[in-house]
Nanobody, 117 residues
Framework: QVQLVESGGGLVQAGGSLRLSCSAS????????MSWYRQAPGKERELVAT???????NIEDSVKGRFTISRDNAKNTVYLQMNSLKPEDTAVYYC?????????WGWGQGTQVTVRS
């Protein structure tokens, strides 16, 4: 079972930046598309960004132009660089394999991002 550990969250002012990291255990990380998701209070978890095993990326419209996703397969780590943060970006951020059918790995604890206006 893959274990995921997210880190890098914090409290920032609007317009600030954060870089999130997600480390995965095991040796199947490199074969999987990885995504960042977020869940704001009272809302459903939503997809934020995806990076495929070959390195191509997909960024959701809500964060396009502000967030970038990258990965380091040698370190089993995926990153989310978040710039020009807005209060509506406030959420707990999680990483997991990308899936259209819900067959995710076990969820980590997430990392809290709070953006103050």
């Amino acid at each position: 079972q893959v274990q995921l550990v997210e880190s890098g969250g914090g409290l920032v002012q609007a317009g600030g930046s954060l870089r999130l990291s997600c480390s995965a255990s095991g040796n199947i990380f490199r074969f999987n598309a990885m995504s960042w998701y977020r869940q704001a209070p009272g809302k459903e978890r939503e997809l934020v960004a995806t990076i495929f095993s070959g390195g191509s990326t997909n960024i959701e419209d809500s964060v396009k132009g502000r967030f970038t996703i990258s990965r380091d397969n040698a370190k089993n780590t995926v990153y989310l660089q978040m710039n020009s943060l807005k209060p509506e970006d406030t959420a707990v951020y999680y990483c997991n394999r990308h899936s259209n059918v819900g067959n995710y790995w076990g969820w980590g604890q997430g990392t809290q991002v709070t953006v103050r206006s």
